[in-house]
């Protein structure tokens, strides 16, 4: 089945750091891929998105590009700010389920 | 615009209890409607997905059930709460033949 596998947190940056978590999923077809981010105590707000091979989904400074040769999609930032501090789950779509699926999400803490 | 609205917000349950929790959507028709859950320190999962009216798919098998008795109304249910069932509870929309979904602004449920 579908699955999503994302590194494990918390991680812990100080402010203006670069920012990776890793994502890689396993899916049958051709998935679209998501970022989502929830805020302490809030739903989850789409951050970004792609939905073919090489395509980079961007918002609020935050990247990721669909690598279909390696099965990722990883979400980038080049300078982080304690607002950002959050918790990040990775996702993928594929029709035939008619749902998303989701990571175990990574919590990223931004100090100053 | 389209807006989803989850209640309670907060519940505290002793364990036995039923529970009914109730989420609706207003600016959209026939959207797919589903209830995840956030287990402390887990992932999300999805419980339950229903694409119309009546129309109820489970994907874990558990002591919760859910019901859509209108288009743009999703309830999940417990005739009787363990303490298992303690967690973050979303409820979440999607349109047909898109990808993308909205969440709630979810229930912590503490069973106690």
């Known amino acids: 089945g579908d699955s999503v596998t994302q590194m494990e947190g918390p991680v812990t940056l100080s402010e203006e750091a670069f920012l990776t978590i890793n994502c890689t999923y396993t899916?049958?077809?051709?998935?679209?891929l998501f970022w989502y981010v929830q805020y302490p105590g809030e739903g989850l707000q789409l951050l970004l998105k792609?939905?073919?091979?090489?395509d980079k989904g961007s918002n609020k400074g935050f990247e990721a590009t669909y690598r279909k040769e390696t099965t990722s999609f990883h979400l980038e930032k080049g300078s982080v700010q304690v607002s950002d501090s959050a918790v990040y789950f990775c996702?993928?779509?594929?029709?035939?389920?008619?749902?998303?699926?989701f990571g175990t999400g990574t919590q990223l803490k931004v100090e100053l | 615009s389209q807006t989803i609205h989850q209640w309670p917000a907060t519940l505290v349950q002793p364990v036995g209890s039923p529970l009914s929790l109730e989420c609706t959507v207003e600016g959209t028709s026939n959207p797919n409607l589903y209830w995840y859950r956030q287990a402390a320190g887990r992932g999300l999962q999805l419980l339950f997905y229903?694409?119309?009216?009546?129309?109820i798919s489970s994907e874990v098998p558990q002591n919760l059930s859910a019901s859509r008795p209108q288009d743009r109304q999703f309830i999940l249910s417990s005739k009787k709460l363990l303490l298992s069932d303690s967690g973050f509870y979303l409820c979440?929309?999607?349109?047909?033949?898109?990808?993308?979904?909205?969440f709630g602004q979810g229930t912590r449920l503490t069973v106690v």
């Open positions: 229903s694409v119309g009216i009546g129309q």
């Open positions: 979440a929309w999607s349109r047909v033949g898109y990808t993308e979904a909205f």
């Open positions: 996702a993928l779509y594929t029709g035939g389920g008619n749902k998303l699926t």
């Open positions: 792609a939905t073919k091979a090489d």
């Open positions: 899916a049958t077809g051709y998935p679209s």
